[in-house]
């Protein structure tokens, strides 16, 4: 539920089709917001609907449908999103990725919300989960453990916003910067950098 995540998708999957042979690419959930039954103040309402519109002004192409704010009810909450992509997950490795986008795009172009678990369980049947074992896997204790863990590895490679790009090899560490325009950048860099380790 990363408003700029969803910017970057596009050159996401362009790396991540283009990623050099040696380079295994681990996706990560930063959590981003915690639970909560509270509706999201005016002002982050506000500033994140801005913050939509100077997405659509950064990033030709990303669509945002601002339905959103008025349809429904907004809360500051994505852990539960966050769950959902790791219930998924359970089901199969190739749904991370999937139920990633389902979310993606059920916020940002069909004026749903994923901050409702009914929402996530509505979603895991669109793209052809098992249902009842995704809502009993997205609110069981290893569930929230994993994504704790998610968290703790963000934080330990220095990660504070999203999205966010690190290149591990060996004992290195490296934040490459985001590119929201195209994938060479950063493959350049990626290929630059190790050549030098």
């Not at 801005?50 to 349809?71: A, C, H, K, L, Y």
């Not at 790791?86 to 139920?99: K, L, N």
């Not at 590119?179 to 380790?197: G, K, M, N, R």
């Amino acid at each position: 539920m990363c408003s700029w995540c969803w910017g970057f998708a596009p050159v996401l999957e362009q790396l991540t089709g283009q990623l050099p042979g040696q380079v295994r690419l681990r996706r990560l959930l930063g959590g981003l917001a915690p639970d909560t039954d509270a509706p999201m103040p005016d002002e982050m309402r506000a500033r994140i609907r801005s913050t939509w519109q100077r997405i659509m002004e950064t990033v030709p192409g990303t669509g945002f449908n601002f339905d959103f704010w008025t349809r429904c009810e907004p809360r500051r909450s994505t852990y539960a999103a966050c769950r959902a992509v790791i219930a998924a997950r359970e089901q199969g490795a190739q749904y991370d990725r999937v139920m990633n986008t389902a979310i993606q795009r059920a916020y940002y172009t069909a004026a749903r919300n994923p901050s409702d678990v009914a929402t996530l369980v509505a979603l895991a049947g669109e793209i052809g989960l098992d249902t009842g074992r995704f809502g009993t896997v997205l609110d069981s204790a290893s569930t929230q453990r994993i994504l704790a863990e998610e968290m703790d590895r963000c934080a330990a490679l220095r990660i504070y916003s999203y999205p966010a790009l690190v290149l591990e090899s060996g004992d290195s560490q490296w934040h490459i910067p985001v590119d929201y325009h195209s994938a060479q950048p950063v493959l350049e860099l990626i290929d630059d950098l190790l050549t030098q380790e």
